[in-house]
Structure formats: structure tokens, C-alpha cells
């Protein structure tokens, strides 16, 4: 069965880092695009970083404006795993993070971004909790 599965959310202190690791189970073709998102309570579901893994251009890598500087978005594909190192962690960043793929980008005025509704597959989330 084709999954995706997020680990390392937790609860720590402003300031704080995590690395979120997202263990897939999907064929090549659907770990071509893949990110994390977020959404916290009342919120839209959004994008946090995403790129497309299929080929060598980073025109397509992606990162939320609040997130820029202090996330990192890389992938092992030995590991069939993607990951998202955050530091300097803000209150702001509680939320339930995701890790989605077989994702669509589109063009925005800020350049390529994913389309949230547009992912196939989409793990189980995993809560990360940032206390001031």
C-alpha cells in the first residue's frame, strides 16, 4: 500500500529545533514533487516547502515566506525519506505538519509554490507544539 508516514513532531521551547522525517512507500513517479504543510486550529492547510525531486533545477524549491532562513528541506532517496530540519522555532509555527506528495506547483508572483489540493498522497501528520 503506497503511504507516507511523519515522525518527530514534539513539543519544545521557542528558539528550539525539530527535524520531521517522512518515510514514503510510493512509486518513483510520485516522489517526484513532494513538501511539507502545516495547519493550525481554524486555519487553512498550507505550504511550508516543497521541490520537485525529479530532476536538477531548484526553480521549483519552495519555502514559506515565515519559514525562510530557519527551515530546510532535503530528501535521502536511499532512505526513501524526506525531511524538514526547522530551527529557531516561534510559537507561530504550532501546528499539524504533513508531509504530501504527487503534488502539482503552481506559478505565483513569488515563483513556483505547491498546490495544496492538488496532492494525491498525504501522511497522517505529526504535531508540532512551540511554547514561548
Known amino acids: 500500500q503506497e503511504r507516507l508516514v511523519e515522525s518527530g513532531g514534539g513539543l519544545v521551547e521557542a528558539g528550539g529545533s525539530l527535524t520531521l522525517s517522512c518515510a514514503s512507500s510510493?512509486?518513483?513517479?510520485?516522489?517526484?514533487?513532494m513538501g511539507w504543510f502545516r495547519q493550525a486550529p481554524g486555519q487553512e492547510r498550507e505550504g511550508v516547502a516543497a521541490?520537485?525531486?525529479?530532476?536538477?533545477?531548484?526553480?521549483?524549491?519552495y519555502y514559506h515566506d515565515s519559514v525562510k532562513g530557519r527551515f530546510k528541506l532535503s530528501r535521502d532517496n536511499a532512505a526513501n525519506s524526506l525531511y524538514l530540519q526547522m530551527n529557531d522555532l516561534r510559537p507561530e509555527d504550532t501546528a499539524m505538519y504533513y508531509c504530501?506528495?504527487?503534488?502539482?506547483?503552481?506559478?505565483?508572483?513569488?515563483?513556483?509554490?505547491?498546490?495544496?489540493?492538488?496532492?494525491?498522497?498525504w501522511g497522517q501528520g505529526t504535531q508540532v507544539t512551540v511554547s514561548s
Open positions: 504530501a506528495a504527487d503534488c502539482q506547483p503552481m506559478y505565483t508572483q513569488k515563483g513556483w509554490a505547491p498546490h495544496v489540493q492538488s496532492c494525491r498522497f
Open positions: 510510493l512509486g518513483t513517479e510520485s516522489k517526484e514533487y
Open positions: 521541490d520537485f525531486f525529479g530532476g536538477n533545477s531548484s526553480a521549483y524549491l
